[in-house]
C-alpha cells in the first residue's frame, strides 16, 4: 500500500473520533490506576471457568468475573462457530476486536471463522468491556480520560478471555489459541504474559504503550490543546505492567506472532519493535500497511497466512493456500 494513503486513511479515523466528541476528566484518577495496575488484584493469579449458556447454536453469555458497578457491562456476550458436532475434539481460535471496532465483530469475524472451522479449529469471539451491547449509558465515562476506570475496564476484560480459556479447555478442547487486533491484541498480550495455558498469541498492530496520538493528529484546536497534559499522563502510565515491553510472556516466544504496520500511524512501528526486541525477537511481520488496513480486513489474503502460521502450533496440518481470502502473502 501507498504511505501515504495508509496514512491519510489513520489520520481520517482519528479525526472522526475527535468528531463524535473526546471527553477529558477533571480528575484523570491517575496515581490510583497505577497503584491498581501495580497490585495483586490487577490479574490475580487464578481464574475460573466461566459459567457459560448458550441462546441458540452460536451465541452465548456469561457473568463477568469481575463486575463494576453498570449492570449491563457485567454479562459478557459472545460468539462460538464449532466445527461440527465433535468440535471438543478440536482446538479454538479467541478473536479479540480492536476498540469499537463492531464491523469486525459482527461482519468480519464470521467470515474468518468459516474458513478456519473448514480447517477443523473453532472460533469464539467476545464483546470487550462497555462495548457494543454491553455499552452503558453512562459509556462518556468510559472515554472521559478516567485512567483508574480504564485499568479496571482492561482488567476486566483479561478476566474475561481467561475464564473463556478455561471453560473451553475444560469442554476438552486441546488448544485454545488468542488472535488480536490493535486494543484486542494489547488484551491478548497481556493475558499471555499472565497465563501459560495458551498455544499461541497473534497480535496485528498491538497497543504496546501509551501515547498522545489522538491529540499528535487532531486538527480541533481543543483535543490539540491537550497534548502536553495527555502525554505527561501516558508517560507515567507507561512505568505500569500496561507498557508491553515491561513484562514477559509466559509461553515461547516461537508461539508468539508480531503484525506491524509499516504506516501505522496509531499503533506506531517503533513500538512494535520495542516489544519484539523485549519479549526476544519471536516471529514478526512487517506489512507495508497502516492501522486501518491491518485491523479492518485491508491487507489480502492475511487471515490465510495466519491461518497457516496457527495450524501446526494447534496441532493440525499447516493449511494449503489459496481462499476466498484472496492472494497469499507468502512472499511479503
Known sequence: MIASLANLMDWSAVQAMTLMGRAYAENPRLEGAIQFLKGPDFIPAESQPAQIEFNGSIHFHFPTPRPCDFAVNNVV???????????????????????????????????????????????????????????????GLFDSGDWLMFAERTAQGIAEIRALTGWLLGEGCPG???????????????????????????????????????????????????????????????????????????????RILLIEGIHDLICLKENVEDLWQAWGQPDIWRLPYGHVSICCGGVPGLPERILRWLAPRLGKPVAKSGSNFGQSLTNM
Not at 467470515?111 to 462497555?130: D, H, K, M, S
Not at 504503550?209 to 487532531?218: D, I, K, N, S, T
Not at 502510565?237 to 516461537?254: D, F, G, K, V, Y
Open 77 to 139: 456476550h459472545g460468539r462460538l462457530y464449532r466445527c461440527g458436532e465433535r468440535w471438543r475434539e478440536q482446538p479454538v481460535i479467541i478473536l479479540l476486536a480492536g476498540y469499537n471496532d463492531s464491523l469486525s465483530y459482527q461482519f468480519r469475524f464470521p467470515l474468518i471463522a468459516r474458513r478456519f472451522n473448514r480447517a477443523g479449529i473453532n472460533v469464539a469471539t467476545l464483546v470487550p468491556p462497555c462495548h457494543f451491547q454491553r455499552r452503558p449509558s453512562q459509556r
Open 176 to 254: 485454545v489459541a488468542l488472535w488480536g487486533y490493535s486494543a484486542g491484541a494489547g488484551d491478548a498480550g497481556m493475558t499471555m504474559c499472565r497465563d501459560a495455558r495458551l498455544a499461541a498469541v497473534v497480535m496485528a498492530s498491538p497497543a504496546v504503550r501509551f501515547g498522545p496520538w489522538v491529540e499528535q493528529l487532531a486538527v480541533r484546536p481543543r483535543v490539540r490543546a491537550k497534548l502536553q497534559s495527555v502525554g505527561e499522563q501516558c508517560e507515567k502510565m507507561n512505568l505500569s505492567p500496561m507498557n508491553l515491553t515491561l513484562i514477559q510472556p509466559a509461553i515461547a516466544r516461537e
